[in-house]
């Protein structure tokens, strides 16, 4: 079946860098859009960004532009979210997450890893 | 961008009994050219991640128990706990895949046992 794995969270001082991946198995990886998907403590949830199952194109929300970058490598199965610039207010569970469709765009998440904890402070 | 907004915030239901939460979008997400609702609606338990329930509107997800049910159209939409069970207790959550990117999420119902 279908399985995400994130790691790569941690605690980071404002500023700092930090570069999440997501591993995936139980599909075929490189037909899927992927997301990052994040939840600050005691809040909702937050789309962070996507990317196409071709790389073609990838978006991000308005809170990261500019400061995260989203990319995959489909030879390896795994998706990594690059952060940088971090902030107090990047705070949060990072997941990443499955669309539920091959190859579509405007679908839902149908699959998500437990999530990474990344903690930005000093 | 598209605003959800869902309602109530929290409800406590007894076990047994119906619970409502509805969410209201502040644009369309019904694409004519395929007649679906581009809404979708999850479950979050604590210390867990989310979890697809139902799937433009109203297609349960394999697995859901059919106690739970999503129905409406356009800019207002409806999930229905027909009977609540002690395990449903969670935050849901809607979420549209109309006008994307950003992919955008209501701000979350509690459901809690009365």
């Known amino acids: 079946q279908v399985h995400l794995v994130e790691s790569g969270g941690g605690v980071v001082q404002p500023g700092g860098s930090l570069r999440l991946s997501c591993a995936a198995s139980?599909?075929?990886?490189?037909?899927?859009?992927m997301y990052w998907v994040r939840q600050a403590p005691g809040k909702g949830l937050e789309w962070v960004a996507f990317?196409?199952?071709?790389?073609?194109?990838?978006y991000y929300g308005d809170s990261v532009k500019g400061r995260f970058t989203i990319s995959r490598d489909n030879s390896r199965n795994t998706l990594y979210l690059q952060m940088n610039s971090l902030r107090a207010e990047d705070t949060a569970v990072y997941y990443c997450?499955?669309?539920?469709?091959?190859?579509?765009?405007?679908?839902?998440?149908?699959?998500w890893g437990q999530g990474t904890l990344v903690t930005v402070s000093s | 961008d598209i605003v959800m907004t869902q309602s109530p915030d929290s409800l406590a239901v007894s076990l047994g009994e119906r619970a409502t939460i509805n969410c209201k979008s502040s644009?369309?997400?019904?694409?004519?050219?395929?007649?679906?609702?581009?809404l979708h609606w999850y479950q979050q338990k604590p210390g867990q991640p989310p979890k697809l329930l139902i799937s433009?509107?109203?297609t349960r997800e394999s697995g859901v128990p059919d106690r739970f049910s999503g129905s409406g159209s356009g800019t207002d939409f409806t999930l229905t706990i027909s009977s609540l069970q002690a395990e449903d207790v969670a935050v849901y959550y809607c979420q549209q895949s109309y006008n994307t990117p950003p992919w955008t999420f209501g701000q979350g119902t509690k459901v809690e046992i009365k």
């Open positions: 139980g599909f075929t990886f490189k037909n899927y859009g």
């Open positions: 997450a499955r669309g539920k469709l091959e190859k579509q765009l405007w679908v839902p998440f149908d699959s």
């Open positions: 990317i196409r199952y071709d790389v073609n194109n990838d």
């Open positions: 644009q369309s997400l019904l694409y004519s050219s395929n007649n679906h609702n581009y």
């Open positions: 433009w509107a109203s």
